[in-house]
């Protein structure tokens, strides 16, 4: 049983910075497609990153140049490094793992097996 756990939220003033942690079991790092996926109040997840079994990433427009996804293997966890955040960042950021990644630009949620419960991130202006 695949299971992941968020650490790392937080409140922040716009510009600033935070690390989201997520400490999966077993050898999940190096075996799977892991990523981030967030939501905001009223709005659909939304896929923020991800990066497959080689280390190859992948992110979506809105968080380029200022998202960086990486993991550590040996660690067993992924990280992601927000910096420059914005009030419209602000969301509960979830920790997913696949057996593959999307080939599309889209990013099913549907396709991921694994969720962590989730961790508040909050960006005020």
């Known amino acids: 049983q695949v299971q992941l756990a968020e650490s790392g939220g937080g409140s922040v003033q716009a510009g600033g910075s935070l690390r989201l942690s997520c400490a999966a079991s077993?050898?999940?790092?190096?075996?799977?497609?892991m990523g981030w996926f967030r939501q905001a109040p009223g709005k659909e997840r939304e896929g923020v990153a991800i990066?497959?079994?080689?280390?190859?990433?992948s992110d979506t427009d809105s968080v380029r140049g200022r998202f960086t996804i990486s993991k550590d293997n040996a660690k067993n966890t992924l990280y992601l490094q927000m910096n420059s955040l914005k009030p419209e960042d602000t969301a509960t950021y979830y920790c997913?793992?696949?057996?593959?990644?999307?080939?599309?630009?889209?990013?099913?949620?549907?396709?991921?097996?694994?969720w962590g419960q989730g961790i508040q991130v909050t960006v005020s202006s």
């Open positions: 997913v793992a696949a057996v593959l990644c999307p080939s599309s630009r889209y990013w099913d949620p549907a396709i991921f097996d694994y």
């Open positions: 990066i497959d079994r080689s280390g190859s990433t």
């Open positions: 077993g050898y999940i790092a190096s075996r799977y497609c």
